[in-house]
């Protein structure tokens, strides 16, 4: 279809003509309504980021002497975390003399490991950071 002709038909049916295979012989176009094209387009990329986003690390922050119940609720956190499948990072700070006993520290890692076996596997083993124990764990 000659190029006038073609035009004149996107006019008359209020859309655009878009030439889609430029390098074809003849050139290959179609007619669509461009805003709506690009619309689509500009939605289906935001959708494309958010599903790449989801890999994003959580940081649960807990204390060597935590108490039996506060750890549960830690605990519940971090499985609701790895279910919408986030990483967490899980960090012990130690205040003042705390820090000479870092097996307190490590007791407290393990019982949280144990309580989300199931759901998670460990990422990176506990390492001190300063003045705090960091354990990365990570949904299966």
Known sequence: MPLREALELAA???LDLVEVAPNANPPVCKLLDYDKFIYEKIRKEKEARKARRQGEIKEVRLRPRISEHDLSYRIK????????GHKVRVRVFFRGR???????ALKV????LSGVSDLAKLEQRPRSDGRSL???????
């Open 109 to 112: 890692l393990e019982k949280i």
């Open 98 to 104: 705390e820090i000479d006993h870092p097996e307190l």
């Open 77 to 84: 956190d971090i499985r609701e975390f790895l279910s919408d």
């Open 134 to 140: 960091v354990m990365l764990i990570s949904s299966k």
């Open 12 to 14: 008359r049916k209020d």
